[in-house]
């Protein structure tokens, strides 16, 4: 990558931030996760569309960076596939060709940013910065449902525009489920994240969430049975279609 090693923007605030970068080109992935590195606290680098898909699912990267040009899936059906139930996390596509059709399949996609390779690491990071701005723009204010809305400034959440008040446990339930609402979070991955030091039951959990539930009088949290739990914001941001189980 032509000026590797002279990151000289303040992109500080990047380093509690995770990227996934997708490259077949063993040395092109090599120097340019050295660059990342540089920035990211975390850099998932992968050598095709499919691995990339599994890592997305598995750590919920901040941002994606991904060739085009890739074995088993390329970088356009790995970006479609996200965009089916994800149009927040940010994502670059990087290719060596500036075909029509190919940055008219990205544009309907919503990427944001297409790079020809090789790219300087200045352009890189300036495409970087602009899509995490745009991130974060749409992170101030999550919407969860009707007239419910969380505020990631103040991590207040409103209904009507009215604050509601959480809890300490419930705040940061709500948190953890809005980091991945993508997918279903796990009862194990909720009682590391809520109670690290303590093991605690089931029901502790059944019970935190029937609190969420009847402070908003809503049932943005959904049972999947035998799993875990997921917020139901469908209709609102990602689309993700609802199986509702009776585990409640």
């Known amino acids: 990558m032509s000026g590797a090693g002279q990151v000289s923007e303040n992109l500080s605030w990047l380093k509690n931030k995770s990227v996934l970068f997708a490259e077949d080109d063993a040395v092109l992935r090599t120097q340019t996760a050295e660059v990342l590195e540089m920035l990211f606290g975390t850099v998932y680098p992968v050598e095709d569309g499919e691995e990339a898909y599994r890592v997305y699912e598995d750590e919920a990267p901040d941002i994606i960076i991904t060739d085009i040009k890739m074995p088993k899936k390329d970088g356009l059906k790995l970006v479609d596939q996200i965009r089916r139930n994800d149009y927040h996390t940010p994502i670059i596509l990087l290719s060596r060709?500036?075909?029509?059709?190919?940055?008219?399949?990205?544009?309907?996609?919503?990427?944001?940013?297409?790079?020809?390779?090789?790219?300087?690491?200045?352009?890189?990071?300036?495409?970087?910065?602009?899509?995490?701005?745009?991130?974060?723009?749409?992170?101030?204010?999550?919407?969860?449902?009707?007239?419910?809305?969380?505020?990631?400034?103040?991590?207040?959440?409103?209904?009507?525009?009215?604050?509601?008040?959480?809890?300490?446990?419930?705040l940061d339930l709500l948190l953890l489920l809005m980091k991945q609402r993508h997918k279903t979070v796990t009862k194990d991955e909720i009682s590391r994240a809520l109670w690290?030091?303590?093991?605690?039951?089931?029901?502790?959990?059944?019970?935190?969430?029937?609190?969420?539930?009847?402070?908003?009088?809503?049932?943005?949290?959904?049972?999947?049975?035998?799993?875990?739990?997921?917020?139901?914001?469908?209709?609102?941001?990602?689309?993700?279609?609802?199986?509702?189980?009776?585990?409640r």
Do not use: W
């Open 97 to 170: 060709f500036t075909e029509s059709e190919m940055l008219i399949s990205a544009a309907n996609l919503s990427v944001d940013g297409y790079l020809i390779k090789p790219m300087e690491v200045k352009t890189l990071t300036a495409a970087i910065r602009k899509s995490m701005r745009r991130s974060q723009r749409e992170s101030e204010s999550v919407k969860l449902g009707h007239d419910l809305f969380f505020d990631m400034a103040t991590q207040e959440l409103y209904q009507n525009g009215v604050a509601v008040s959480l809890g300490g446990k419930e």
């Open 196 to 247: 690290p030091l303590d093991p605690i039951c089931d029901s502790a959990i059944k019970n935190l969430i029937l609190r969420i539930r009847k402070k908003l009088n809503a049932e943005i949290i959904v049972s999947v049975r035998g799993i875990g739990y997921r917020l139901d914001t469908r209709e609102y941001s990602t689309g993700i279609s609802s199986s509702r189980s009776n585990d």
